[in-house]
Protein backbone atom coordinates (compact mmCIF):
# COMPACT_ATOMS: atom_id res chain seq x y z
CA UNK A 1 0.00 0.00 0.00
CA UNK A 2 1.24 3.16 -1.00
CA UNK A 3 0.53 6.49 0.89
CA UNK A 4 0.59 9.64 -0.68
CA UNK A 5 0.00 13.34 0.45
CA UNK A 6 -0.35 16.00 -1.97
CA UNK A 7 0.45 19.51 -1.30
CA UNK A 8 0.65 23.22 -2.72
CA UNK A 9 -2.82 23.99 -3.87
CA UNK A 10 -4.39 27.22 -3.07
CA UNK A 11 -6.17 30.63 -4.33
CA UNK A 12 -5.01 32.53 -7.47
CA UNK A 13 -6.13 34.83 -9.89
CA UNK A 14 -5.68 34.16 -13.54
CA UNK A 15 -2.68 34.24 -15.22
CA UNK A 16 -0.84 33.04 -11.88
CA UNK A 17 1.17 30.05 -11.30
CA UNK A 18 0.84 27.35 -8.75
CA UNK A 19 3.44 24.08 -8.09
CA UNK A 20 1.66 21.12 -7.05
CA UNK A 21 3.64 18.40 -4.80
CA UNK A 22 2.88 14.37 -3.78
CA UNK A 23 4.56 12.64 -1.41
CA UNK A 24 4.58 8.87 -2.03
CA UNK A 25 5.79 6.55 1.05
CA UNK A 26 5.26 2.91 1.38
CA UNK A 27 6.64 1.12 -1.52
CA UNK A 28 8.83 1.56 -4.48
CA UNK A 29 8.26 4.84 -5.83
CA UNK A 30 10.72 4.59 -8.41
CA UNK A 31 9.12 1.60 -10.08
CA UNK A 32 5.68 2.92 -10.63
CA UNK A 33 4.09 5.52 -13.24
CA UNK A 34 2.55 8.56 -10.99
CA UNK A 35 -0.31 11.14 -12.42
CA UNK A 36 -1.96 13.75 -11.49
CA UNK A 37 -6.46 13.70 -12.29
CA UNK A 38 -8.94 16.58 -11.26
CA UNK A 39 -12.17 16.84 -10.78
CA UNK A 40 -14.44 20.23 -10.88
CA UNK A 41 -17.39 20.44 -9.24
CA UNK A 42 -20.18 18.27 -10.95
CA UNK A 43 -17.64 16.58 -13.68
CA UNK A 44 -15.79 13.15 -13.46
CA UNK A 45 -12.48 12.91 -12.33
CA UNK A 46 -10.16 13.06 -15.11
CA UNK A 47 -6.62 12.46 -15.67
CA UNK A 48 -4.71 15.47 -16.20
CA UNK A 49 -0.96 14.23 -16.82
CA UNK A 50 1.34 11.23 -16.14
CA UNK A 51 4.96 10.12 -15.83
CA UNK A 52 6.64 6.90 -16.35
CA UNK A 53 8.37 5.15 -13.52
CA UNK A 54 11.78 6.76 -15.52
CA UNK A 55 10.14 10.07 -16.22
CA UNK A 56 11.01 9.42 -19.71
CA UNK A 57 7.19 9.37 -21.03
CA UNK A 58 4.94 12.14 -20.15
CA UNK A 59 1.69 12.20 -21.51
CA UNK A 60 -0.77 15.52 -21.16
CA UNK A 61 -4.06 13.62 -21.38
CA UNK A 62 -6.21 16.39 -21.19
CA UNK A 63 -5.17 18.96 -24.11
CA UNK A 64 -6.31 22.09 -22.58
CA UNK A 65 -2.97 22.05 -20.50
CA UNK A 66 -0.33 20.63 -22.61
CA UNK A 67 2.03 23.93 -22.65
CA UNK A 68 1.09 25.39 -19.52
CA UNK A 69 1.49 22.53 -16.96
CA UNK A 70 4.32 20.56 -16.74
CA UNK A 71 4.91 17.05 -14.86
CA UNK A 72 8.04 15.85 -13.20
CA UNK A 73 9.20 13.30 -10.53
CA UNK A 74 12.40 13.24 -8.17
CA UNK A 75 12.45 9.29 -7.40
CA UNK A 76 15.09 10.36 -4.91
CA UNK A 77 12.76 12.91 -2.98
CA UNK A 78 10.12 9.85 -3.84
CA UNK A 79 8.17 12.90 -5.15
CA UNK A 80 6.10 14.05 -8.28
CA UNK A 81 5.32 17.66 -9.01
CA UNK A 82 2.73 19.67 -11.43
CA UNK A 83 3.86 23.01 -12.45
CA UNK A 84 0.97 25.14 -13.39
CA UNK A 85 1.09 28.15 -15.39
CA UNK A 86 -1.15 30.62 -17.06
CA UNK A 87 -3.87 29.50 -14.79
CA UNK A 88 -7.72 30.06 -15.77
CA UNK A 89 -10.89 29.91 -13.98
CA UNK A 90 -12.05 26.79 -15.65
CA UNK A 91 -8.64 24.76 -14.18
CA UNK A 92 -10.76 25.50 -10.75
CA UNK A 93 -10.83 21.40 -9.26
CA UNK A 94 -9.61 19.16 -6.59
CA UNK A 95 -6.60 17.77 -7.71
CA UNK A 96 -5.36 14.38 -6.63
CA UNK A 97 -2.24 12.63 -7.12
CA UNK A 98 -2.21 8.95 -8.30
CA UNK A 99 -0.10 6.36 -8.31
CA UNK A 100 -0.20 3.80 -10.90
CA UNK A 101 -1.36 -0.04 -10.34
CA UNK A 102 1.20 -2.16 -12.13
CA UNK A 103 5.14 -1.81 -11.98
CA UNK A 104 6.16 -0.20 -15.03
CA UNK A 105 2.82 0.73 -15.89
CA UNK A 106 1.71 4.08 -17.36
CA UNK A 107 -1.50 5.88 -16.43
CA UNK A 108 -3.56 7.20 -18.72
CA UNK A 109 -7.01 6.45 -16.77
CA UNK A 110 -8.13 5.93 -13.48
CA UNK A 111 -8.53 2.47 -14.36
CA UNK A 112 -4.65 2.76 -14.18
CA UNK A 113 -4.72 4.05 -10.58
CA UNK A 114 -3.45 2.27 -7.52
CA UNK A 115 -3.62 4.84 -4.73
CA UNK A 116 -4.87 7.91 -4.51
CA UNK A 117 -4.31 11.51 -2.45
CA UNK A 118 -6.50 13.02 -0.36
CA UNK A 119 -6.45 15.87 -3.29
CA UNK A 120 -5.89 19.71 -2.75
CA UNK A 121 -8.53 22.27 -4.00
CA UNK A 122 -6.94 24.67 -6.64
CA UNK A 123 -8.64 27.79 -6.82
CA UNK A 124 -8.93 30.47 -9.94
CA UNK A 125 -9.90 33.47 -9.62
CA UNK A 126 -10.86 35.87 -12.56
Known amino acids: QVRLVES ?6 AGGSLRLS ?7 FSMYAMGWFRQAPGKERECVSS ?6 YIYY ?4 VEGR ?3 SRDNAKNTVYL ?8 DTAVYYCAAGRSVYGRIKDHVDVGSWGQGTQVTVSS
Open 8 to 13: GGGLVQ
Open 22 to 28: CAASGRT
Open 51 to 56: ISWSGD
Open 61 to 64: VDPA
Open 69 to 71: FTI
Open 83 to 90: QMNSLKPE
